[in-house]
């Protein structure tokens, strides 16, 4: 009698050293289908490999998690996204969620933790780290508008411009690799300023350098 098929899992992480720990814990429950180092490799893995379960990190290159999730669910892809995260603020736990996420786990947790939120994600419920669940819930009390969280009033487009701008391409560079003119990237830059009321590139990359869309 044939062993049971384990669960499929990707990781998605630029800290080489984090990714090797995960395969190390992963290993004696779930198969590793790939690793990939940034949010649009994500998306283009979760499409080729049809893993199971995702686990990712929030702030990688090109594009976050968290847009990567918001990308998946715009194309239909309903697999479970686990985070793994360093980022402890209620604001990323709640974006997380209101994105799609299934779980959401500090990496300093205790690696059981992720474990039990991977096999959460997978029986179709969400896991959420005990060390913000008071918090998040009374944050998702106050409703959808996000209050507290400036991200959420610029759109996923404009937040994959800002990203890029933050990791130091330029407007030609961005519209080449988001498949638009230089024009409308400088147009989303300057709605985001009107948005936020910031004024420069400076502070607009301190804005998201802040808010975990970039690594320092």
């Known amino acids: 009698m044939s062993a049971p098929r384990r669960p499929r899992v990707l990781l998605a992480d630029d800290h080489l050293i984090v990714a090797e720990a995960l395969k190390s814990l992963l290993a004696p429950?779930?198969?590793?289908?790939?690793?990939?180092?940034?949010?649009?490799?994500?998306?283009?893995?979760?499409?080729?490999?049809?893993?199971?379960?995702?686990?990712?990190?929030?702030?990688m290159p090109h594009l976050n998690g968290i847009d990567a999730l918001v990308r998946l669910r715009q194309g239909g892809?309903?697999?479970?996204?686990?985070?793994?995260?360093?980022?402890?603020?209620?604001?990323?736990?709640?974006?997380?969620?209101?994105?799609?996420?299934?779980?959401?786990?500090?990496?300093?947790?205790?690696?059981?933790?992720?474990?039990?939120?991977?096999?959460?994600?997978?029986?179709?419920?969400?896991y959420l780290t005990p060390q913000l669940a008071?918090?998040?819930?009374?944050?998702?009390?106050?409703?959808?508008?996000?209050?507290?969280?400036?991200?959420?009033?610029?759109t996923p487009r404009q937040r994959e411009v800002l990203q890029q701008l933050a990791e130091g391409r330029s407007a030609k560079e961005i519209a080449s690799s988001l498949s638009i003119s230089a024009r409308t990237v400088e147009f989303h830059k300057y709605q985001m300023m009107e948005t936020l009321g910031i004024h420069g590139?400076?502070?607009?990359?301190?804005?998201?350098?802040?808010?975990?869309?970039v690594d320092l």
């Open 134 to 154: 008071a918090e998040v819930l009374q944050a998702m009390k106050q409703g959808p508008e996000h209050p507290g969280d400036p991200v959420a009033s610029i």
């Open 77 to 126: 892809d309903r697999v479970p996204v686990v985070f793994l995260t360093m980022h402890r603020d209620v604001s990323f736990a709640r974006r997380a969620l209101d994105a799609g996420a299934s779980g959401f786990v500090l990496k300093h947790s205790a690696p059981a933790e992720l474990t039990a939120a991977l096999h959460a994600a997978l029986e179709g419920k969400t």
């Open 29 to 59: 429950e779930f198969d590793l289908v790939g690793v990939v180092e940034d949010g649009r490799a994500l998306v283009d893995a979760a499409r080729t490999l049809r893993p199971d379960v995702i686990v990712a990190d929030i702030t």
């Open 201 to 213: 590139n400076a502070e607009l990359i301190h804005f998201a350098i802040k808010h975990g869309l």
